[in-house]
């Protein structure tokens, strides 16, 4: 089960984020450093391929705080092998991601 | 789920994923929208919690936002077998990528084209198009009193008319009156003037508004003698009782006195009846006063009526003139030509709004129509330069179908850009003319930018770039592939591209006509002279009729508040008056005019005086000169003879030939008849406004007559705002509960009777400006355009010989020459057009040949500007180049 799968070298770095914990597209741009227009189009391709899994937030969690529910994705396990390949391929993937999620801190008054 | 509204960039943001979520395929359109709406706000919503929302952070967004669009197109060849729509789209974005320029000034002039035009659309939705916060609003009529030789301008109405009108007519299903009736508020953090009406009974049914919260008032609260009630506004409630649900049954401190609270109107009530209406504001009913049976000549009552079922106004109207008629018999003196007015509610809460605004929106339309005659001019000029793309693509095997769904893809892409940046640009002139509107412009702070205007521009501008983008297809599709044998542009679309050059020439010069007109027009209404200084002076108006009612307490208190004041540090003259130049809510006493010694006019032929109260330091105070005798002095005591000085209008009327100081005169003061010595003229003092002639006036000494409403005046050296403050303290070191209502500096209250003027002014200018700059963008482009063009042919004239000025003359005399065009078909235009605002000018004909001769030179030179440096661009090719192209 190889998917013949064109794995560029910024498929490679979201395939990277969503092992470093970044779940949503907009994390991940952050982490990448990629456009909108490029991460996303990626993504609806490694959904289609297996490679990740895609879910919606929980309402509560969205309700909470009063916006929508965000829709994350994680990475199969047909996607680490993947990423695993690719990572003898690009030498520089381990450094080019961020490494833990950067998160904004919420103020509340 | 959010409590307000989104902030303007989020807005605009959404929009654009709304917009591009039609490209994506509609099985998996919602989750789509949803996931990219759950994005921006996330991200939103983290930097406004951080505090990092700064326009570097916003433009960010927008930019991730138009990530929606790839991944948009991605979905749809994914899920379809439609490749070649993202193709198209593709290549559309990419071709306008490739000229930036023409893609910005595309979008920048489409933008500010529907900026405005959503702009006044809003504008409009709310003024016109919204329903009234009145039931059945549309059978409200406001009535009024209208005078045979004045029958343009409503009066107010005298208490005996409204009685009479109200129990004659069969016409209305309820008649009320609504009596301005101020009140001072004791129980806020200072003592305050409320605006207030006592209204007659059924008042609130005819108006057709029930109170947010409580009731309106009983019938037996209209009985004379019935314990104190009151309604109060909104806003009241809001500001001084901190939105209290349980105000009801509450009391308030008014005049000194409780009142109950028995109901709060809804946010929405104004009726603009008032003068000025108040934001704080309290409704207290009336009871019938036996005087007001008698009283026909002061008019000062608001009357509000409700149509009977099945009754139109022009019904109403007949009966109302009928019964005019038989009142003016019955009290000729009066009553003379007098009839009632009836004024549809809508009709009248457009008052002075109308003008302006259709002003706005004629102008909005000519930019609009401007930025489309650029637009279309730049994609004619494109689709001429690209001839070759297309026929190289068509001889490759493009079919007609193909080309002209890809010229629609890259116009659609065009369109969404310019739509959302002028639903921005409209939001920010929206808030714009809001700002600057005059007050009286109503309800306008309600105005918002929703979903059908959003829809409006984006049809709006598809329409424009379809349009225009399409041209270039189709005729490029009749030529066949001559394109690649032949290079010459088409004559026919030359000539189109000229004509809209010079058509948008036109339309600027029309709208620069205007702005020429009403900007000179205000320069002359800024010269006129006042009749007084007003730089340095503050007034602080109070009404104590009430607190210091008896003649002896008044004279008391007046005197030792002018003295305070007068003895203030800086201060150098001080004095106070009954009504007051340019102020707001002025108590305008009218009286009929005796002269002792001239027989008195017949009936109807009275001319009347106003009659004005004042303290002698009020003439030094404003700085009016004293045209002969002398003026009101401090000798004029209680005891002595009763004086008067008289305005240089009464003067002129009376009179014209001989002087008046020492005649006596005879009006009407408090239901008495008194009479005076005239002992001083003063000069011409403009009263409601700049362009309102001076009115003919008698002034008499306070202390002869004492009045409880006056406003303080005082001549002072420093900052008004310190000085007002010092002023009020004065007057409150005499009665600290004394409340002061409208305390301003002259030249503040002078600036704000201009302001409709400014208002039509600056909105007209800022169009002509946006106009100029969108019709010098076009020539250029036209004009370079057209260069380019001919590059060839000028190398061949170099070649011939022709010298650089040769060159330089040949272009400019084609821009000339549409320049003229336009100049010429514009000033027609201009002179039709201009008749329009006539109402708007001062003194200052709408065929000003001095404002025509300098528009025209300034867009000629304009224009000719444009021209010039593609001429120059021109003159500087290099024969051996242009000749090697091919």
Same mark, same amino acid.
């Given at each position: 089960? $190889? ?20 779940? @949503? ?14 991460? @996303? ?46 990572? *003898? ?5 381990? *450094? ?14 | ?24 395929? /509609? ?14 706000? =996330?991200?939103? !919503? ?8 700064? =326009? ?6 927008? %930019? ?9 197109? =991605?979905?749809?060849? *994914?899920?379809?077998? &439609?490749?070649?729509?993202?193709? &198209? ?28 035009? #959503? ?8 003024? +016109?198009?919204?329903?009234?916060? @009145? ?6 009529? /406001? ?12 009066? !107010? ?6 009685? &009479? ?13 609504? #009596? ?102 309290? =409704? ?11 009283? %026909? ?23 109302? &003139? ?133 829809? +409006? ?71 006129? !002279? ?23 307490? $008044? ?59 004042? /303290? ?82 008698? +002034? ?16 002072? %050296? ?48 800022? +169009? ?19 260069? /380019? ?14 010298? $650089? ?48 001769? #300098? ?32």
């Amino acid at each position: 089960m $190889s998917p013949r799968l064109n794995l560029t070298y910024p498929t490679a770095l979201v395939l990277q984020a969503l092992t470093r914990g970044f779940h @949503y597209g907009f994390d991940i741009m952050d982490a990448t450093g990629l456009p909108s227009g490029t991460v @996303y189009p990626i993504l609806r391709r490694l959904d289609g391929e297996g490679l990740l899994k895609s879910a919606w937030e929980k309402p509560v969690t969205a309700q909470r705080e009063q916006r929508p529910p965000r829709r994350y994705y994680e990475i199969t396990a047909t996607g680490e092998a993947m990423l695993a390949e690719a990572a *003898q391929r690009f030498r520089v993937l381990d *450094q080019a991601v961020a490494r833990a999620p950067r998160r904004l801190k919420p103020f509340r008054a | 789920m959010r409590p307000h509204r989104d902030p303007l960039a989020l807005r605009l943001c959404l929009l654009l994923v709304r917009l591009v979520s039609v490209i994506v395929p /509609t099985a998996s359109r919602e989750d789509w929208r949803a996931e990219w709406d759950a994005e921006v706000r =996330w991200r939103w !919503d983290q930097l406004a919690a951080s505090g990092a929302l700064d =326009w570097r952070t916003r433009m960010d967004l927008f %930019r991730r936002a138009m990530g929606a669009l790839p991944d948009a197109a =991605w979905l749809r060849r *994914q899920f379809t077998a &439609d490749a070649d729509l993202v193709h &198209d789209l593709r290549h559309g974005l990419r071709m306008l990528m490739k000229a930036p320029t023409f893609t910005l000034s595309a979008v920048l002039v489409l933008a500010l084209g529907i900026g405005g035009t #959503v702009a006044i659309v809003a504008l409009l939705d709310t003024l +016109f198009i919204r329903p009234l916060p @009145y039931t059945d609003a549309e059978r409200i009529v /406001t009535v009024w009193t209208r005078s045979a030789s004045r029958p343009s301008e409503r009066d !107010d109405v005298a208490p005996a008319d409204f009685l &009479d009108w109200r129990s004659r007519s069969q016409s209305f299903s309820a008649f009320a009156a609504m #009596v301005p009736y101020s009140r001072d508020f004791t129980g806020g953090p200072e003592p305050e003037v409320l605006f207030g009406s006592q209204v007659s009974e059924g008042f609130f049914d005819a108006i057709g508004v029930a109170p947010a919260i409580g009731r309106a008032f009983l019938r037996e609260e209209h009985q004379t003698g019935a314990r104190r009630v009151v309604v109060i506004s909104h806003g009241l409630w809001q500001t001084r009782f901190a939105g209290d649900p349980d105000i009801v049954n509450k009391t308030i401190s008014l005049d000194d006195e409780p009142w109950t609270i028995v109901g709060v109107l809804p946010r929405t009530f104004a009726p603009q009846l008032l003068p000025r209406p108040g934001e704080l504001a309290v =409704w207290t009913p009336r009871a019938p006063q036996p005087s007001d049976p008698r009283i %026909r000549a002061s008019r000062w009552w608001n009357v509000v009526a409700r149509l009977a079922p099945g009754v139109t106004v022009e019904q109403a109207q007949r009966e109302m &003139d009928a019964i005019s008629a038989v009142i003016a018999r019955e009290n000729p003196r009066t009553n003379a030509g007098l009839s009632a007015l009836l004024v549809p509610m809508r009709e009248h809460l457009m008052g002075g709004v109308s003008l302006p605004l259709m002003l706005m929106l004629g102008a909005v339309a000519l930019v609009l129509g401007i930025g489309c005659a650029n637009v279309a001019a730049l994609l004619l000029a494109r689709g001429v330069e690209r001839d070759r793309e297309f026929a190289i693509r068509s001889a490759l095997g493009a079919g007609r179908v193909r080309l002209v769904r890809q010229l629609v893809a890259e116009s659609l892409m065009l369109s969404i850009i310019a739509a959302v940046v002028g639903v921005a640009l409209g939001a920010g002139a929206l808030r714009a003319i809001v700002a600057l509107a005059p007050s009286g412009l109503l309800r306008l702070h309600d105005s918002s930018i929703d979903v059908r205007m959003i829809a +409006f521009a984006a049809a709006l501008t598809a329409l424009t770039t379809i349009a225009f983008g399409l041209v270039p297809a189709l005729q490029f599709s009749r030529r066949r592939s001559d394109g690649l044998r032949e290079r010459q542009a088409s004559g026919t679309r030359g000539a189109l591209r000229r004509a809209l050059v010079a058509a948008e020439v036109a339309i600027a010069l029309v709208l620069l006509v205007g702005a020429g007109l009403l900007v000179r027009s205000f320069a002359r209404l800024m010269s006129v !002279d006042p009749g007084f200084r007003p730089q340095g002076v503050i007034t602080a108006q109070i009404f104590a009729t009430e607190r210091h009612g008896p003649p002896e307490q $008044s004279r008391l208190f007046f005197r030792a508040a002018v003295e305070r004041i007068q003895a203030l540090p800086g201060v150098d003259a001080a004095g106070a008056v009954s009504a007051m130049p340019f102020a707001m809510s002025n108590i305008n006493i009218r009286s009929d005019l005796e002269i002792v010694g001239r027989p008195a006019p017949a009936a109807g032929e009275q001319r009347g005086t106003y009659v004005t109260i004042a /303290t002698p330091g009020y003439f030094r105070a404003m700085s009016i000169p004293l045209g002969e005798g002398r003026l009101l002095a401090t000798a004029d005591r209680e005891t002595a003879p009763l004086v008067a000085v008289i305005s240089d209008a009464l003067r002129k009327r009376e009179w014209p030939d001989e002087s008046p100081v020492g005649r006596r005169i005879r009006i009407s003061w408090q239901g008495q008849r008194v009479e005076a010595e005239v002992v001083g003229v003063v000069s011409q003092i403009r009263h409601d406004g700049l362009d309102i002639a001076a009115r003919s006036e008698v +002034f008499l000494p306070h202390a002869q007559l004492p009045f409880g409403s006056m406003t303080f005046v005082a001549r002072g %050296r420093g900052d008004p705002r310190a000085l007002i403050d010092r002023v009020r303290q004065q007057i409150w070191s005499i009665d600290s509960r004394q409340a002061i209502y409208d305390a301003a500096s002259v030249e503040r209250l002078v600036a704000a009777s201009l302001a409709r003027q400014r208002f039509s002014m600056t909105v007209m200018s800022a +169009f002509a400006a946006i106009a100029l700059a969108l019709c010098a963008g076009g020539i250029y482009g036209i004009i370079s355009f057209t260069t /380019t063009q001919r590059t060839h042919e000028i190398g061949v004239r170099m070649a011939l010989g022709a010298d $650089s000025a040769a060159i330089r003359r040949m272009v400019l005399s084609e821009g000339s020459a549409i320049i003229a065009a336009g100049l010429a078909a514009g000033l027609i235009g201009a002179l039709i057009t201009s008749r329009f605002l006539r109402t708007l000018l001062f003194e200052i004909s709408t065929a000003d040949p001095l404002t025509l001769a #300098v528009v025209c030179t300034l867009l000629g030179a304009v224009g000719l500007a444009a021209c010039y440096v593609p001429a120059r661009r021109a003159t500087r090719v290099d024969p051996l180049v242009a000749l090697r192209i091919d």
